[in-house]
Each structure stands twice: as structure tokens, then as C-alpha cells.
């Protein structure tokens, strides 16, 4: 009944076999492309894919780890209705991030609100369509570093800028953005 009998047996990297069952009712996390493409665990039996993110999968790398995924049964593809799809768009619109959501984002979203799943994301846009629609949104990279993804704009030229500071085009402090 000790904390740390937990935690030996999870350190000891031992892949349960049986481990499914406690993971019953746990929800689906729907990932985007750049999950793929960084190199952070994540933890979880249950994931799902749209197609369009699999068709994403170009380099060897990103691929090699999908593919990984479904084969050992944790990661399934699965594509939304186009009525969900459009619900999407419609949130887009209302949150302001159409035209900003790609396609597969819009996927992504889709199938997240179809299964209840939760959508995992860095991207900004998509994370924020997704949330207009009631649903979770856990980041890619925040395990790793709980620093977050910030944005600055530089309140002169309004140029997008990745650090706070002076804007190298016209002088102006360049300030943190939402
Ligand atoms: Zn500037």
C-alpha cells in the first residue's frame, strides 16, 4: 500500500502485459502532427489519428514512430463525420482562428469531439478551436519543459517576434502576446 511500492514498479520499466484493464476508462487523446515529429513520450494506452495526420507522416523519423503506435495497438485511425467537421469550422469562425486551422487540424478537432477524446497540441489556433468547443487540450511539450510556447509582438511594427526585448526592425519593445 506504499507510494514507493508504486513507484518501483513503475521505474522498473517492466511493459505490463495486463496493464489494458486499468485503462478502461480512460479517455482517447486525439494527437496532431507535431507530436510526431518531437521527440517526447507520452503517457497513455489510447490514441486515435485522423487519416490527414498520417498522410503528414513524410520523413523517416516522424513515420517510424507512428507506425510504432499501431502496431502495438495504443494508436488507431479514425476519420470524423463531415457534419462534426462542420462544426468545427463553425467554431473556428467563432473563436477567430479560421483561415488560421489547417485542414488536419480541423480533423483533428473533429474526431477529439466525436470520440470525447482529448486533443493533444502545441499549435495555438487549434488548441483554441478546440477549446471553444468544451473540449481538453493538453500540450506536447509541457511534461518535458513547463515553459510555455509564448508569442511576442513588437508593439511598433507588430512584426512576430520569438523573445521579448527590442524589435531589430523599428526599435519598439517587443511585448508577450496571448
Ligand atoms: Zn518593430
Known amino acids: 500500500m506504499s ?11 517492466d511493459s505490463a502485459a495486463g496493464a489494458a484493464d486499468e485503462h478502461a476508462d480512460e479517455q482517447v487523446k486525439v494527437l496532431d502532427s507535431s507530436f510526431f515529429f518531437l521527440d517526447i513520450p507520452i503517457a497513455g494506452t489510447k490514441f486515435a489519428v485522423p487519416p490527414s495526420v498520417v498522410a503528414e507522416m513524410k520523413d523517416l523519423r516522424s ?3 507512428l507506425d510504432a503506435m499501431l502496431g502495438d495497438g495504443r494508436l488507431f485511425v479514425s476519420e470524423a463525420s463531415p457534419a462534426t467537421r462542420k462544426r468545427v469550422i463553425a467554431a473556428s469562425k467563432k473563436s477567430g482562428d479560421y483561415g488560421v486551422i489547417s485542414d488536419t487540424d480541423c480533423d483533428v478537432v473533429a474526431l477529439a469531439l466525436e470520440m470525447g477524446g482529448i486533443v493533444v497540441t502545441d499549435d495555438f489556433a487549434l488548441s483554441n478551436t478546440a477549446q471553444t468547443l468544451g473540449l481538453t487540450v ?3 511539450q509541457m511534461r ?6 509564448w508569442k511576442y509582438r513588437c508593439t511598433g511594427c507588430l512584426k512576430l517576434c520569438d523573445a521579448p526585448g527590442i524589435c531589430d526592425v523599428c526599435g519598439s519593445e517587443i511585448i508577450r502576446i496571448k
Open 3 to 13: 507510494e514507493s511500492d508504486e513507484k518501483g514498479r513503475s521505474a522498473g520499466g
Open 138 to 140: 493538453i500540450p506536447v
Open 63 to 65: 513515420k517510424s514512430k
Open 144 to 149: 518535458k519543459a513547463k515553459k510555455r510556447q
